[in-house]
């Protein structure tokens, strides 16, 4: 069985995917985004150890609670947990739990598509609209999160991709998110929203 380092849980939200969810935070980031609001989950320390099992039942215990809704997990970057993540999304497929996965797509495509497969869902939280702004906002290159919107679009991964808009006055940011997701075709459901 896995253990994971758990930032936190939330037991009853409703932001971080369809009705009521369970929602995971892990700990662990590989990006430095300058808008982070959760900057204590960039490091492993401090974390508290959990196992697949342990989370499961905790889901289970409470089940028609997420009747319409389900698991979420989010971080910090979910996915830099590899093992743990795919045990627990496992588990919550064989229990017929509807899993999301909300990530910035900041791990090699390689690595994640199978975690990505396993999700019910993706929630792809697109910093930026160009590989200039995305480097200078977060501290690593846009790749990786490129790659993982080019694997949902190219496998039709229900996905919902979230455009973080600096400054809602920005138009030129605007613009360039709606060229990207153009490029990328329609197959994705696009939020666009504010910060700061
Ligand atoms: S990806 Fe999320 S947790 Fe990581 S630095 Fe950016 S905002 Fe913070």
Redesign the pocket.
């Given at each position: 069985m896995q253990t994971g380092i758990v930032h936190s849980i939330e037991t009853f939200g409703t932001l971080d995917g369809p009705g009521t969810r369970y929602v995971l935070f892990l700990k662990g980031?590989p990006?430095?985004?300058i808008?982070?609001?959760?900057?204590d989950?960039?490091k492993m320390e401090g974390g508290m150890e959990k196992t697949t099992g342990e989370i499961v039942e905790d889901v289970l215990r409470t089940q028609s609670f997420y009747k319409k809704g389900g698991v979420t997990i989010s971080?910090?970057?979910p996915m830099l947990q590899h093992d743990f993540v795919k045990e627990l999304l496992s588990l919550f497929r064989e229990n017929n739990i509807h899993t999301a996965l909300d990530t910035?797509g900041?791990i090699e495509i390689e690595k994640s598509a199978e975690l990505i497969d396993l999700a019910d869902m993706l929630l792809l939280?697109m910093?930026a609209p160009t590989a200039d702004l995305f480097e200078t906002i977060?501290g690593s290159p846009m790749k990786n999160s490129l790659d993982t919107l080019d694997y949902c679009e190219k496998t039709n991964k229900h996905s919902v991709n979230f455009w973080r808009i600096i400054s809602a006055l920005n138009m030129w940011i605007f613009f360039r998110f709606i060229s990207l997701a153009n490029t990328n075709g329609r197959n994705s459901t696009y939020l666009i929203s504010s910060t700061m």
């Open positions: 980031c990006l430095r985004c808008f982070c609001h959760n900057p989950t960039w971080g910090g970057e910035a900041s939280d910093k977060t």
